[in-house]
């Protein structure tokens, strides 16, 4: 059974950092392409950055050189360092899973920013 199990989230003052961890367990980890999403209220669910089997990586325009995916295939967690964050990062934040028609998604983990 694939689990995805996120941690590290909370409350944090405008330009602090936290950083998420997203567990893995039940699947083939490296053969995974992974990635965070948030959904704030009101909102629909985006994604914040992916990070690919071969360490590739990408990150949504709003949180370009403030955020950093990357992956531990040994530990078989993704993590993201979020850092200079805002008010509008608050939402909760999901781990995802990709390997050609299988999906999933951890439970979320909240992340609020505010003063």
Known sequence: QVRLVESGGGLVQPGGSLRLSCAASGMSF?????GWY????GKQR?????IGRDGSTN?????????T???DNAKTTVYLQMDS?????????????????????GQG???????
């Open 30 to 34: 490296s053969r995974y392409n992974m």
């Open 38 to 41: 948030r959904q704030a209220p």
């Open 46 to 50: 985006e994604l914040v950055a992916g």
């Open 59 to 67: 990150y949504a325009d709003s949180v370009k050189g403030r955020f």
């Open 69 to 71: 995916i990357s992956r």
């Open 85 to 105: 964050l805002k008010s509008e990062d608050t939402a909760v934040y999901y781990c995802n899973a990709k390997f050609v028609g299988f999906v999933y998604w």
């Open 109 to 115: 983990t909240q992340v609020t920013v505010s003063a």
